[in-house]
């Protein structure tokens, strides 16, 4: 009996820890060449279809301006795209950018706060590696998540 409860409980720990692993990762489905991934009001679109190639478009709906931050999760050098500041009410536009169907993305979205939007001008001259040189009381909110494009 004692067996069978510890076969049990291991089991069960082994569905959790799996389970929580799958938590943070989001498989993006299309039937189109475009994948479509929100958050908080922010909208990001992959598009493998454009007529320039590759082509991220990052909608902010949100109240307060974000930035964003896309990487290949398995090689985080491998920038994809990166946009310090998105005004709210704003749409941007890239095509310098290269991504493929099946590859793993790290997106990372900061939504900035009122301290934030007064730091815009030190937040705009950070660059693409702007993560590292933010404040914390500048971040209203910051998610983290992979996505796979399928």
């Given at each position: 009996m004692a067996r069978v409860i510890a076969v049990i409980?291991?089991?069960s720990l082994a569905l959790i820890m799996f389970a929580g692993c799958e938590e943070n990762t989001t498989v993006l489905q299309s039937e189109t060449e475009s994948y479509t991934?929100?958050?908080?009001?922010?909208?990001?679109?992959?598009?493998?279809?454009?007529?320039?190639?590759e082509q991220l478009t990052l909608n902010?709906?949100?109240?307060?301006?974000?930035?964003?931050?896309?990487?290949?999760?398995?090689?985080?050098?491998?920038?994809?795209?990166?946009?310090?500041?998105?005004?709210n009410g704003s749409t941007n536009t890239t095509t310098d950018i290269n991504f493929s169907e099946?590859?793993?993305?790290?997106?990372?979205?900061?939504?900035?706060?009122?301290?934030?939007?007064?730091?815009?001008?030190?937040?705009?001259l950070l660059g693409s590696n702007f993560?590292?040189?933010?404040?914390?009381t500048w971040i209203q909110e910051k998610h983290e998540e992979v996505i796979i494009l399928q």
């Open positions: 409980m291991v089991a991934y929100r958050y908080a009001n922010v909208e990001l679109i992959f598009n493998f279809d454009s007529i320039f190639g902010n709906a949100n109240a307060m301006p974000v930035g964003v931050y896309v990487v290949d999760n398995n090689n985080p050098d491998l920038v994809v795209f990166t946009d310090n500041w998105t005004w099946g590859q793993e993305l790290k997106v990372i979205i900061v939504i900035y706060s009122q301290e934030g939007i007064l730091a815009f001008p030190i937040i705009s993560l590292s040189g933010l404040e914390d």
